[in-house]
Nanobody, 127 residues
Framework: QVQLVESGGGLVQAGGGLRLSCLVS????????MGWFRQAPGKEREFVGF????????HYAPSVQGRFTISRDNAMNTLYLQMNNLKPDDTAVYYC????????????????????WGQGTQVTVSS
């Protein structure tokens, strides 16, 4: 049973930063493409970014490009999301997700390939 547990959320002022973590257990972490998604109140869950298995390539939504950085530590089975220059629009529940197998790169911008999800961590950005 693969389990993902996010941590690091909280309340921060606009312009500040937070680092989220996602600890993965029960599977081989380095086998997964890892993604971050978020869901704001009253909105659908949306893509934030993903990182490939060896950590050498990352891809982001335009809304977070240049402010957010995804990284992973395969030895520690942990995924990270460093968020800088946060805006009130970044307020959401943030989810990490794991995608096994092989897909076209474009698929990882959607929820389709992600079989395993964390429970989410709340990030609130005050103005």
């Amino acid at each position: 049973q693969v389990q993902l547990v996010e941590s690091g959320g909280g309340l921060v002022q606009a312009g500040g930063g937070l680092r989220l973590s996602c600890l993965v257990s029960g599977g081989t972490f380095s086998d997964y493409v890892m993604g971050w998604f978020r869901q704001a109140p009253g909105k659908e869950r949306e893509f934030v970014g993903f990182i490939i298995r060896n950590g050498l390539s990352t891809h982001y939504a335009p809304s977070v490009q240049g402010r957010f950085t995804i990284s992973r530590d395969n030895a520690m089975n942990t995924l990270y999301l460093q968020m800088n220059n946060l805006k009130p629009d970044d307020t959401a529940v943030y989810y990490c997700a794991a995608a096994p197998g092989q897909r076209r790169m474009s698929a990882y911008y959607t929820e389709v390939p992600y079989d395993f999800w964390g429970q989410g961590t709340q990030v609130t950005v005050s103005s």
